[in-house]
């Protein structure tokens, strides 16, 4: 065990203009999977998100609405918290700037920063005039060539900027451009990804300029002891939430252990806010004298259809319709595992849809499935007893060497590298760690034949060492996903039959499946979406063709085809096999060239069903094979079986299952 840190994870608080987005969600899915994650590996963590509620922005829309500030900003932060509770994130802070502790905090942090020198001896806060192009929806000032002429309009809001000038308080930020500089270059404020770092570097490379921290013109706010007109500016506002929700205003418990004695001070935050978080917040804090943050991380964009998104093309992803679609978990998992959390990327529901149904409902549904279905059916529903031997401590790559037959691929290593990866902040990495085994845990299934084991009673032992491990494998499995899939987890644990319950270190031990123990009810974790199943919506407006239009008559036999026994049937052998690899058959617009994994074997097979079936849209679908058809060639290429399908029109329907059937499975 490592020993036990202290760390804070902490998402921006989110600007009550508005309701909120994917981008929100995004973070505060990180941040909550982080904080688990080192939870998971024994540490202290504490997780602030929150919203940022002052400003001019916030009076204008109340005054629109017809409602107080305060009124509007609670229905925000409701909605905020509501989302957060439909995703299962659970921060230990929400903090408000509206909040009677904030605004103290807030009085401190200012108190720090008036008496505070610069290296060179100035006053870190001075009165000085402002003046420039202001976009009153940014609540900023904007620098001349970023506006759009004529009119000087702002870019981002399309609408005219006003000539302001004010009177108000400056932060030197100019005189802290030397300390930056090394705290960044040394990595003592690490800032990931590397391309933000440098984009940071090459900021400070051409200057930093002061910033101003108060505003005239706004009332709805914090104001300034010195200038009781003028209020906070965000920059003092905001950004301090990070140490007031912590309890700085009363140099709380919260503060010292996760501020000032944390091992690390991490703020996960979006691309666009990298300067404000990476420059003034810790020239402000270490003017003010105050430990600064160790780690920032900078997420990347999500734009949808290739597209930006955007309100105003209605171009969004809803991230509230985003959970109740297919559970939290599977919105949790697909954000964090389809792209590294640094980078932008690309949201399509064909993506989403298309994860959720290899990722979630094949492997690791048909793993947990199989797993307690046999230890029903070869068991009496009890944990097996556990294995005497010792060969579960053996590493991956000696396992694959040898020939034992319940040889296992054990988490030496693993639960090791999983942790290594989500404290990289790769939830990506760290998923395709825990896939990577339930893959060879469901190979493994294949490999071992439990099933043969069980008609053999002098193999019993080897079948319930194998069953043991195949449950603890699965057991980790949903421990190792938990930071990310808290919900399934506990569910996978249900059906374990222990007790739902975060999981925490003594969980990433081998072993700890109590031998006796009886096995929940298995329930389906994620049932596999079709597509019909979209389509399911549509009111059917015509009648089922298969009415006869003359109900009252008898069947009349003699006119169908010939009726066939049941042995003839039975020469037939159908089998459920899973398409691993499907491509178009070179030269043939009808022709799949697929390979399909019938649980024991691999196979070769071409199907007519080019035209209605993409390759990409079959791989991960069960079907329906004709095994022992003899071997042909069709277009020169080898088909070992045929595949079933509907034919509409000429057109191929493939034949699937209603629910999860394991490759090889007879059809009969
Ligand atoms: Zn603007």
Request: hydrophobic share 40%; proline share 6%; glycine share 8%.
């Amino acid at each position: 065990m490592t020993e036990k840190r202290s760390f804070l994870v902490t998402t921006p608080i989110y600007y009550v203009n508005a309701e909120p987005h994917v981008g929100h969600a995004y973070t505060t899915i990180a941040a909550d999977a982080l904080t688990r994650a080192r939870r998971l590996g024994g540490h202290d963590v504490f997780f602030v998100t929150g919203t940022d509620e002052h400003g001019q922005n916030i009076e204008r829309i109340a005054r629109e609405r017809g409602i107080p500030e305060q009124q509007h900003c609670d229905e925000i932060a409701a909605v905020f918290r509501s989302l957060w509770e439909r995703l299962d994130i659970r921060y230990d802070r929400f903090i408000r700037t509206t909040e009677e502790e904030h605004r103290r905090g807030v009085l401190k942090l200012w108190g720090l920063l008036v008496e505070a020198q610069t290296p060179d001896g100035q006053d870190a806060v001075y009165q000085g005039t402002y003046s420039g192009w202001y976009c009153p929806r940014c609540e900023g000032f904007k620098d001349e060539d970023e506006l759009q002429q004529p009119d000087n309009v702002c870019p981002d809001h399309e609408l005219p900027c006003e000539w302001t000038e004010e009177q108000n308080f400056f932060f030197r930020l100019s005189a802290y451009e030397e300390w930056l500089r090394e705290q960044i270059e040394s990595d003592r404020l690490l800032i990931r990804p590397e391309s933000r770092k440098n984009e940071i570097l090459g900021v400070i490379r051409q200057g930093l300029k002061d910033f101003s921290v108060s505003r005239a013109r706004v009332k709805w706010g914090i104001p300034v002891p010195e200038e009781p007109d003028h209020v906070l500016y965000v920059w003092v506002d905001a950004l301090s939430n990070y140490i007031t929700a912590l309890g700085f205003a009363d140099d709380g418990e919260n503060y010292r252990r996760f501020w000032c004695g944390a091992h690390e001070r991490l703020h996960l935050i979006g691309k666009d806010i990298i300067r404000f978080h990476c420059l003034y917040w810790p020239a402000i804090l270490h003017a003010a004298g105050l430990p600064v943050p160790t780690r920032e991380f900078g997420q990347g964009f999500i734009t949808k259809d290739g597209r930006k998104l955007s309100k105003t093309t209605g171009n969004v992803i809803d991230p509230a319709a985003l959970a109740e679609r297919l559970g939290p978990d599977a919105a949790r998992y697909f954000l964090l595992r389809e792209a590294p959390y640094g980078a932008d990327w690309d949201f399509t529901d064909a993506a989403f849809v298309g994860r959720y149904n290899a990722d979630l409902a094949n492997d690791l549904g048909n793993l947990v499935s199989r797993a307690l279905t046999m230890v029903s059916k070869f068991g009496d529903g009890k944990v097996p007893p556990r294995p005497a031997s010792v060969s579960e401590a053996r590493g991956l790559e000696e396992e694959l060497q040898t020939d034992a037959p319940v040889a296992w691929p054990y988490a030496e290593g693993r639960r090791a590298a999983v942790l290594a990866r989500y404290e990289a902040i790769d939830f990506s990495g760290a998923l395709a760690e825990v896939w990577s085994w339930i893959s060879q845990l469901n190979q493994r299934i294949v490999a071992v034949e439990p099933w043969t084991l069980a008609r053999d009673p002098s193999r019993r032992d080897e079948l319930d060492a194998f069953l043991y491990r195949l449950l603890e494998g699965v057991r980790l499995v949903a421990v190792l996903a938990s930071p990310v899939m808290p919900r399934a987890a506990g569910r996978i644990d249900g059906m374990l039959g222990r007790a739902d319950r975060a999981p925490g270190p003594d969980d990433l031990e081998w072993g700890r499946l109590e031998p006796g123990t009886s096995l929940g009810t298995v329930v389906p974790l994620f049932p596999r979406i079709e597509k019909k199943d979209k389509e399911k919506n549509v009111p059917e407006t015509t009648p089922p063709a298969a009415v006869p239009s003359k109900p009252e008559e008898a069947p009349a036999p003699a006119a169908g085809p010939e009726r066939i026994d049941i042995a003839d049937f039975a020469r037939l052998e159908l089998r459920a096999a899973k398409v691993t690899a499907a491509e178009q058959v070179e030269g043939s617009k009808k022709l799949l060239k697929l390979q399909v994994d019938l649980g024991t074997e691999t196979r070769q097979v071409v199907a007519g069903i080019a035209q209605t079936h993409a390759p990409e849209d079959v791989v991960g679908k069960t079907v329906v094979l004709v095994a022992n058809l003899k071997p042909a060639k069709l277009m020169g290429v080898e088909s070992n079986g045929m595949v079933l399908a509907g034919s509409v029109d000429g057109r191929a329907v493939l034949c699937q299952f209603e629910g999860e059937v394991a490759p090889g499975t007879r059809v009969r």
